[in-house]
């Protein structure tokens, strides 16, 4: 089966429609079970790498669906979606997470801290919002030399409160550079929820002032991300940044070293799960003439297309 979601002769996936919202279900599937994968490899001390889950922010991956191949992008540590959206595989991530012989890190890091530049995705941080300048550099490096490609720079509204965030900002609107910000807004902080940080829950109020145009998008519902993204790149491409903040939630736990730090949110997260955005997307495939027996073949498949990619790996890496 395909590492990415197929696209079609313009480069970009088929209009609207159960065919194109059947790959946004299969590559979120992919990443959920890739990421409850490794969760449970920890588990068993089978690697010593931790996991950041994006348990319920699957659907903002299908952004980077919307990039042209020139294009580059900044994830945060929780942009697995994103990650994959952009071509990175799982076996990609299993040779990271093993330090294998084709290992870009050798060993020395976890993949959430690896880099992939020949696909362009470049290092994200441990750093709260540290990876924001380095895409501010590079968004210029892109403007001076006259590339056509923008910069995708992401991160989680619980970076808000990093002055280096601030300050690229500031950057990127003065200058103008060719910046798509992507806010994985699920509204939280580690444990603290957004109103214990800030006054609002939307980045508009804070970001719009820098001079970015700016969305707000169901992140739950891959189709809205991805006719938004659509829109963003070729406004970003034209001079003016752009941002998109989508609301989601976190419906995991904050790591698999970490667990879940949040108490007292069960009521809020059972009305999150009700959104689900791949159960909203196979509800959509079904409403739009998919069968339930393609879409069972299509989580078959992901399902089994990961203990093979670990066994090759793991083999190899003896």
Not at 65 to 86: C, H, M, N, T, W
Not at 151 to 163: E, I, K, N, R, V
Request: with cysteine; proline share 6%; charged share 25%.
């Amino acid at each position: 089966m395909p590492d990415t979601a197929e696209k079609n002769a313009t480069g970009h996936l088929p209009p609207p429609g159960a065919a194109r919202t059947a790959e946004f279900y299969r590559m979120m599937l992919r990443v959920r079970l890739f990421e409850a994968f490794c969760i449970d490899l920890r588990k068993k001390n089978e690697v010593i790498g931790n996991t950041y889950p994006s348990l319920g922010q699957e659907a903002t991956g299908v952004a980077a669906l919307a990039l042209e191949p020139q294009d580059v992008v900044f994830p945060s540590y929780r942009s697995r979606p994103i990650v994959f959206g952009k071509g990175i595989t799982a076996e990609d991530h299993f040779i990271e997470l093993v330090g294998g012989r084709d290992s870009l890190l050798e060993g020395r890091e976890v993949f959430h801290h690896c880099s992939w530049p020949k696909k362009g995705l470049m290092p994200a941080s441990s750093m709260i919002g540290g990876w924001a300048p380095m895409a501010a550099g590079y968004a210029l490096a892109q403007q001076l030399d006259g590339e056509p490609g923008i910069t995708m720079l992401c991160f989680g509204d619980g970076s808000f409160g990093a002055g280096d965030l601030h300050e690229t900002l500031n950057l990127i609107g003065v200058w103008k550079l060719p910046v798509l910000l992507i806010c994985e807004n699920n509204g939280y902080q580690v444990s603290a929820p957004w109103n214990a940080m800030r006054v609002q829950r939307g980045m508009t109020p804070y970001v719009e002032p820098h001079g970015f145009e700016c969305h707000e998008v169901d992140g739950n519902d891959a189709d809205a991300v991805y006719e938004a993204a659509l829109a963003a790149r070729r406004t970003v491409a034209s001079g003016k940044p752009v941002l998109l903040d989508c609301f989601t939630y976190r419906m995991g736990g904050y790591s698999s070293h970490f667990a879940e730090p949040r108490t007292g949110h069960e009521a809020e997260k059972a009305e999150w799960e009700k959104r689900d955005p791949i159960a909203l997307a196979r509800k959509r495939c079904l409403e739009g003439g998919m069968s339930a027996a393609a879409l069972d073949a299509i989580a078959a498949d992901e399902a089994a297309a990961l203990p093979a990619s670990w066994e090759r790996v793991r083999k190899a890496a003896r």
